[in-house]
């Protein structure tokens, strides 16, 4: 399989569902503006799209793809097929019930982690946090068919998937809610029917490789299987990994929910830009070496396994240090561009800048984390991904003391972004000190080439931001143009830059054995 090319498949499938989150995100700030109801939304979605990522897909992945893959590669497909079906048996019934349960305890869960919320607001975040449970539901049946797929190298359905999400909540933000007699609600209808129709696409996938789980009526169904409880035992520290990520997310929600109003929106809509180049780059790539790097982990091909993760590593570091920069120089731009329109205004185009600056200080660090995780769960280690992140989370609340009192909503995100790079930089060091990794020659002539290419480009785009008032009123088609070409001019310096100094395209090609 030629990785690079799958990861440039797997990425293409990315972009179309990042763009249409971003066309989502628009469309909302558009109609909603950055006020208390789309605070409520966006308190509202986050509980249950924590949940998602804590039992659904994040610490799940980690545990299930690589024991499935060692079923898939040593033992029989009948027996492949009874893990698959068992564990996720389990994974349902047990993300039924927790929906069942949230959507009981709504209130007490929104009172602990957004107490600021104005009354009306928190009655509406209630309501559509009980609307919005059992997503959690649907996406624990999606990431078990995703694992199920990325372990038979069918990449492109599940990077698609998110695409239907982002498609129903813009349908919901240009024709549902002005029906509403709460417009916003419509956005958490969207979220449901979203969740369904993701569901829906799973099922053609699966019956096409013949592993479409077959689900019990009996809960309890398949925990005698030896396969499940691995996956229960990995599971644990594996929550706790990804628990530590998403409370330090939760208390930062609840810090934002008593500064300005808009606040929780603001880092909302920094967020979602700084989630681009992660999903691109970082999700992508974790994606396809995960299973890559748990083959040569079963198989014992120690060669195989440090070289898969040096080449992620170029990679990361070649795309994501512009990319870095790009968010820094073209804060205003990007925002104002994408969002400054309807109810939003250029007030909040600036205060949705400073979060997005201070989340690219640590963005090299989300994604190289994303990139060396799966490096110490292709081996079917948690335990150390999470002890660095409970170390990690108690350190970012500390830096929040520091910062929040001096630079407000843009001082969570610096923290988040600092406790990133702590979290690659201990990730790294364990990986270097097991022996596991073995830098190949040359990381100090191709790092400082990278230096020098991503100073001309941010040279670049800050003489080119300079030269244009991208908040001023009634200049959308402008900002647009201007930007792209701004964005194409940076791009044609990085490159050009790299390919003068003997950067080759070649040079990355990476064939899995």
């Known amino acids: 399989m030629n990785l690079l ?27 909603f503006g950055a006020g208390g109801m789309t605070d409520a939304y966006n308190v509202a979605f986050r509980l249950p799209n924590l949940l998602r990522r804590l039992f659904a897909e994040g610490a799940f992945s980690q545990a299930f793809v690589p024991i499935l893959s060692e079923y898939k590669n040593k033992q029989s497909e009948e027996a492949t097929r009874n893990l698959a079906d068992h564990v ?29 919320l104005k009354p009306t607001d928190f009655d509406a975040a209630v309501w559509m946090t009980r609307l919005m449970f059992p997503y ?25 998937t998110p695409v239907l999400l982002n498609i129903s909540s813009i349908l919901a933000s240009l024709f549902l809610q002005q029906h509403l007699q709460q417009p916003i609600y419509a956005m958490a209808i969207a979220v449901f029917v979203g969740g369904v129709l993701q569901v829906g696409i799973q099922v053609p996938a699966l019956l096409k490789i013949r592993m479409l789980p077959r689900l019990s009526l009996n809960p309890l169904a398949g925990l005698r299987d030896p396969g499940v409880r691995r996956v229960l035992k990995k599971m644990g520290p594996a929550v706790f990994a990804v628990s530590a990520a998403q409370i330090s997310l939760l208390i930062n929600t609840s810090i934002a929910s008593n500064l300005a109003e808009g606040s929780i929106s603001f880092l909302t809509y920094a967020d979602r830009l700084m989630e681009f180049p992660t ?12 299973p890559s790097l748990s083959k040569a982990s079963v198989g014992g091909d120690k060669e195989e396994y440090s070289s898969l993760l040096d080449w992620g590593l170029r ?20 925002i104002a561009t994408l969002f400054q329109n309807g109810k939003f205004s250029a007030a909040a185009a600036h205060a949705s800048a400073e ?8 963005l090299l660090g989300i994604i190289l984390v994303k990139t060396l995780a799966p490096a110490f769960y292709a081996q079917q280690d948690i335990r150390t991904p999470v002890r660095i992140a409970i170390g990690v989370m108690i350190a970012t609340q500390l830096m929040n003391l520091i910062f929040v009192p001096q630079l407000a ?23 270097r000190r097991r022996g596991v990794y073995v830098a190949k020659p040359g990381w100090p002539l191709f790092f400082g080439k990278l230096v020098v290419a991503c100073v001309l480009m941010g040279l670049t785009a800050w003489f080119g931001a300079a030269q244009f008032d991208w ?34 395209f070649r040079d990355f090609k990476r064939m899995a054995r």
Request: net charge positive; hydrophobic share 65%.
């Open 355 to 362: 979060p997005l600056i201070a989340y690219s200080v640590g």
């Open 409 to 431: 909503v843009a001082g969570l995100a610096l923290s988040i972004s600092l406790g990133a790079c702590i979290n690659a930089g201990f990730l790294f060091t364990g990986l």
């Open 136 to 160: 959690i539901a649907f996406m624990a049946f999606v990431a078990l068919a995703g694992g199920i797929l990325n372990t038979w190298s069918q990449f492109k359905i599940p990077a698609f």
């Open 279 to 290: 999903a691109l780059l970082g999700v992508a790539l974790g994606t396809i070496l995960l």
């Open 315 to 334: 990679l990361t570091f070649l795309l994501a240090m512009p990319a870095a920069v790009g968010l820094a120089t073209l804060a205003v731009p990007l």
């Open 5 to 31: 090319k799958t990861l440039a498949a797997l990425s293409s499938m990315t972009m179309l569902s990042r763009i249409t989150g971003l066309l989502r995100e628009i469309l909302i700030a558009r109609a």
């Open 471 to 504: 908040t001023a009123p009634h200049q959308t088609l402008l900002r647009i143009a201007a930007l792209f070409a701004l964005i194409g001019v940076c791009g044609v310096v990085y490159f050009g830059a790299l390919l003068a100094m003997g950067f080759r």
């Open 88 to 116: 996720g048996n389990t994974l349902v019934w047990s993300t039924v019930f927790i929906s069942a349960i949230g959507i009981i305890a709504s209130p007490l869960l929104l009172m602990a982690v957004a107490s600021g």
